[in-house]
């Protein structure tokens, strides 16, 4: 019963972060370099961020963690 519920809950998270994708879907510009660019939508760019900070964490983690042993 339990598999349920969680797995009903991430099928409504699934959705609420799918619609705010659609709903956000515009275009943006990211200036990387003086003369250099890219659009991409928004969606694709908060993804993007979000795994950037995951990685980095993760990787901050396993420093302090290697160091103990």
Request: aromatic residues 18%.
């Amino acid at each position: 019963m339990m598999q349920v519920i969680t797995w009903s809950l991430r099928l409504v998270i699934f959705f609420l972060f799918a619609g705010f994708a659609a709903m956000n879907s515009e275009n943006i510009v990211v200036h990387y370099y003086e003369d250099c660019f890219v659009e991409i939508p928004l969606s694709v760019a908060l993804l993007a961020f979000f795994a950037l900070g995951v990685f980095l964490t993760i990787f901050t983690s396993l420093r302090c963690l290697v160091g103990k042993k």
